[in-house]
């Protein structure tokens, strides 16, 4: 008789555990740091309020005073503000990011056409595309630093600078 009670028992025992397993499933998943989803927000507004909507002027009110640029590009330094200049349609479209606490990387792709002198090659018109990635450390709301493989050679020659190399 136990055994006849244990047989009926097995099906309702199941049936119970993968409705418990469905509910749990179910679930919204939280966000592992709650501080992740604005630190996103300030580095899309670098992007889309600084770059995309052309306001070179708000670099300030997104920067930290002290904000450090970590260069791990090679060739002559380009300014963001250089680049405005010399790319006055610069538009940048991130591909993907990856977030974890106030640590933020984008990749990025970035066009624009040489409309101004660019580390002394004059306006080309020439459309210009690159594709970098991007650290961010956000502090207060703020950027404090960045990491970039900003890829100047690249760049330059896409505006016709030829690169010379070092004599023998």
Same mark, same amino acid.
């Given at each position: 008789?136990?055994?006849?009670?244990?047989?009926?028992? *097995?099906?309702?025992?199941?049936?119970?555990?993968?409705? *418990?397993?469905?509910?749990?499933a179910c679930q919204p998943?939280?966000?592992?740091?709650?501080?992740?989803? $604005?630190? #996103?927000?300030?580095?899309? /507004?670098?992007?889309?309020?600084?770059?995309?909507?052309?306001?070179?002027?708000?670099? #300030? $009110?997104?920067?930290?005073?002290?904000?450090?640029?970590?260069?791990? /590009?090679?060739?002559?330094?380009?300014? $963001?503000?250089?680049?405005?200049?010399?790319?006055?349609?610069?538009?940048?479209?991130?591909?993907?990011?990856?977030?974890? /606490?106030?640590?933020?990387?984008?990749?990025?792709?970035?066009?624009?056409?040489?409309?101004?002198?660019?580390?002394g090659v004059p306006p080309?018109?020439?459309?210009?595309?690159?594709?970098?990635?991007?650290?961010?450390?956000?502090?207060?709301?703020?950027?404090a630093e960045v990491w970039?493989?900003?890829?100047? #050679?690249?760049?330059?020659?896409?505006? /016709?600078?030829?690169?010379?190399?070092?004599?023998?």
């Amino acid at each position: 008789m136990f055994h006849k009670m244990f047989r009926k028992m *097995i099906p309702l025992s199941l049936l119970l555990i993968s409705l *418990i397993m469905a509910t749990a499933a179910c679930q919204p998943i939280q966000p592992v740091n709650a501080a992740a989803p $604005d630190s #996103k927000a300030v580095v899309q /507004g670098f992007y889309e309020g600084v770059v995309n909507q052309h306001h070179p002027e708000r670099l #300030k $009110d997104i920067f930290t005073a002290d904000m450090v640029d970590h260069e791990l /590009g090679t060739g002559p330094f380009i300014k $963001d503000t250089e680049l405005f200049a010399a790319m006055p349609d610069m538009h940048i479209k991130v591909n993907q990011w990856v977030i974890e /606490g106030n640590m933020v990387a984008a990749n990025v792709t970035v066009t624009g056409t040489h409309k101004g002198a660019l580390a002394g090659v004059p306006p080309t018109n020439a459309q210009i595309t690159w594709s970098q990635m991007d650290i961010w450390r956000i502090q207060d709301g703020k950027i404090a630093e960045v990491w970039h493989n900003f890829p100047t #050679k690249d760049i330059l020659q896409q505006v /016709g600078y030829q690169l010379v190399p070092p004599a023998k």
